[in-house]
Each structure stands twice: as C-alpha cells, then as structure tokens.
C-alpha cells in the first residue's frame, strides 16, 4: 500500500495530476508570458532570498491581488527561477525547463471556469473554491465547502501554496478570515508577497499587455512571526493584512501632480495587446 502511495507522489501530484502534464503546462505558459515579464514590461523582484532554504511543503504564501492571472503567472516565473538558483531575476527562461511543480495557487472556481484557457491553467495547480460572500457578480451568503478547505490543507501537505487572502482584485478590499484559520490549523511558514504595478501593465484579466515600460513590482518577505497557540484567527488575518500592505494605513492619497503625470504618461504610451 506504502509503495502505491509513493508512485502516485513520484508520477502524479496531491490531486492525482500528472506532473509530466503540469511541467508541459508550465513551460507552454511560462514561454507565452516571459515577455510580459521580461520584455515590454520588466518585472523588478525583491527579497527571493527569502524563498531559498524554505521547506519542499507546508509553505504558504498570502498576496495581495491585482489581476487574475498575470500575479500567479508572474509567481511561477520566480518560484521556477529561484528552483535554479536565479534570485531576483527571471532573466534566464531555461528554468521552465525543469520548472517547480509542487506549487498550488487557490483560486475562484467561477473565474477558473471561464474559457478553455483557463480551465488549462488549473491543471498548473489550481485549488477552486467558491466564494462565500460572491459569485457571477451578485453577493451571495453561503457556507463555506469543507472540502475545499480540506483540498487546501492537502497541497500545503504535498508542496507550496499562493493565496489571495483578499479574495478579489479590488485593492483595500477586505481580508477574509479563511486564510487564518488554515494557518491556525496547519502552521505552514507564512511568507507575505506585495505585488504592485500588475493593473496598470496588464487587463484584469491579465492576458493582455494593457501599457508598456511599467515595471511590475513583486516582493517576497520574510516568514510572518505567527503565535500559532495563542493568537486568534482575527489577529493572524491583521497580521497579513498589514504584512500585504492591503491594510488602510498604507492608503496614499495621490496629490493633482502625481494624477496630472499619470495622464500625461498614459497618452505618450500605445495600448499593446499580445
């Protein structure tokens, strides 16, 4: 029984995908991307340091959230160099030869059910889960699947997972406690990732280039101190949310100048679409 379990490890991941397929996934959507990252648009990465002696599992990375697909295309990228010992730099693509395929990223399942492009993306390493408080643009009010929280726990037991504790793209929304009860439970390493510049280089979508020469910010940082006996879900999920910079003293009111000069910049800069 031992040795049937260790195949299925060896040959398919926690899901019972098989990694050859995801590593074919990874490297036809790493190729497509690389430009977006590294060619109209550069992507400036801070603190990769932080992900080099980090354990193969229980990993959990929380991340504001800009565009919903560029970010986790952007992830992949880093976590793949970084596997090949380019830190904060994506500048050598061989990586997505041998790409990280221990990697899950929790996403909406109405979002990953739109179109062939992106149920292909899931099978990168897509966790799916329904929103409680939204689907299909309505609000709802329903219960959380414990399934889905189970599917969670059982990638953090099989590799890294990236989660959007916001659970939207709409900046200074607020953070949902779910993330911090699976910390609670599990006690991964809890690395916080800033991302900034992703909406004003990409669609929301992020598929298409929407603006060149900005440079897309992303910033890894150190391991969350998390009391994991003692602190409360409430009190981790404030943690990440200032660790994420989503929390409303990091709100910057932008003066007339700095709008006037991101008027001017927008009419000097083409709509590229790629």
């Not at 993306?121 to 329903?142: S, Y």
């Not at 953070?175 to 991302?195: E, T």
Request: charged share 30%; aromatic share 12%.
């Amino acid at each position: 029984m031992e040795k049937d379990k260790k195949k299925k490890r060896i040959f398919r991941d926690a899901f019972g995908h098989w990694f050859f397929l995801k590593r074919i996934i990874i490297f036809v959507f790493g190729s497509i991307s690389y430009n977006r990252f590294n060619g109209f648009n550069k992507l400036k990465i801070k603190g990769a340091e932080n992900l080099v002696s980090l354990p193969d599992t229980n990993v959990l990375f929380v991340s504001n959230h800009q565009t919903y697909f560029a970010d986790v295309f952007a992830m992949y990228h880093v976590f793949c160099a970084v596997k090949h010992g380019y830190i904060n730099t994506i500048k050598n693509p061989v990586y997505l030869l041998d790409p990280k395929i221990d990697l899950y990223y929790v996403a909406a399942k109405e979002t990953m059910n739109k179109g062939a492009l992106a149920k292909l993306f899931a099978l990168a390493g897509a966790i799916t889960v329904k929103r409680t408080w939204r689907d299909a643009g309505k609000d709802v009010n329903r219960l959380v699947d414990l399934s889905e929280i189970e599917n969670i726990l059982k990638a953090l037991d099989s590799g890294w997972v990236v989660t959007f504790p916001q659970g939207t793209t709409t900046p200074w929304s607020p953070g949902r406690k779910g993330s911090a009860k699976i910390i609670k439970k599990n006690k991964p390493i809890v690395i916080p990732v800033v991302i900034d510049g992703f909406r004003r280089a990409f669609d929301k979508k992020g598929l298409l280039v929407k603006k060149r020469g900005v440079e897309p910010k992303m910033t890894f940082k150190s391991p969350l101190e998390v009391d994991y006996e003692n602190e409360n879900p409430a009190q981790i999920l404030a943690k990440i949310m200032e660790a994420i910079e989503q929390d409303p003293k990091f709100l910057k009111v932008k003066s007339i100048e700095e709008l006037e000069a991101e008027r001017e910049a927008e009419k000097t800069r083409p709509f590229f679409e790629i």
